[in-house]
């Protein structure tokens, strides 16, 4: 097996645990806002829905060094060599934050770990859109344009993820003051975050499955 195919099979799966654990996170957070189940009860519905999330936490973060690396590959992006090295090494200090804040979720270090996971969006959501634009117009960085408009849809999709990220980050933060007594404005609260989310997801998987499209299907335009 060639890199260049193990890498695209690790992108096939990093896109299916995406895709595929998105969907069991939007079911899994249902019952949250249900009022009818106790507070335990309703806790651990948030537990399994954080334990699913790690999962496409993981994909999508791993989907961006991956698609770098077989863009080198494929001679449509030009950071190569040890640019390539580089960002393997920053990706994995990025998902070390990732899971610690996974372990240590529900405390403040948790939440503390998760604005710094955050934050890496920061700079590559801009990035993304960017240059994926710009490649589109002038044909630079990215050569191929199938690859430029993956690369700004990407950063459409992180933007979205990013969104649901800070609704499961509120969860915790709700759930501390619905445990201290009856608070119906927090009850409203994590009802209309979850609602929000839920409508972002179906956005979410257009997106996705749009990026998947121009990643299989390469189209000329």
């Given amino acids: 097996m060639t890199l260049y195919l193990f890498l695209k099979w690790a992108h096939i799966i990093a896109m299916a645990y995406w895709l595929g654990g998105e969907w069991g ?38 989907l961006l060094p991956l698609g770098l690396h077989m863009g080198a590959l494929l001679n449509v992006q030009p950071l190569k060599g040890p640019w390539i090295v580089g960002m393997w090494i920053l990706v994995a200090i990025w998902l070390s934050i990732t899971y610690s804040a996974f ?28 240059f994926g634009i710009y490649s589109i117009v002038t044909g630079w960085p990215f050569t ?3 690859y430029a408009a993956k690369a700004a849809l990407y950063g459409v999709a992180l933007i979205i993820g990013l969104l649901l990220r800070f609704i499961m980050r509120h969860w915790v933060m709700l759930f501390r003051q619905i445990a201290e007594g009856p608070n ?17 997801a179906y956005i979410y998987w257009i997106v996705i499955g749009t ?3 121009f990643g299989v299907a390469k189209p000329v335009f």
Avoid: C, Q
């Fill in 184 to 200: 119906p404005e927090a009850e409203a609260r994590l009802d209309k975050e979850l609602a929000f989310g839920r409508g972002l």
């Fill in 144 to 146: 191929a344009p199938w």
């Fill in 25 to 62: 996170v939007f079911n899994a957070s249902r019952p949250i806002t249900d009022t009818n189940l106790s507070l335990e009860e309703r806790r651990r519905h948030m537990e399994t829905a954080y334990r699913i999330d790690i999962l496409p936490r993981t994909g999508i973060i791993l």
């Fill in 103 to 130: 372990f240590k979720r529900g405390t403040d270090a948790g939440v503390r770990l998760t604005k710094i996971d955050e934050s890496f969006r920061y700079i590559i959501i801009p990035a993304l859109l960017v």
């Fill in 211 to 213: 990026v998947a499209f």
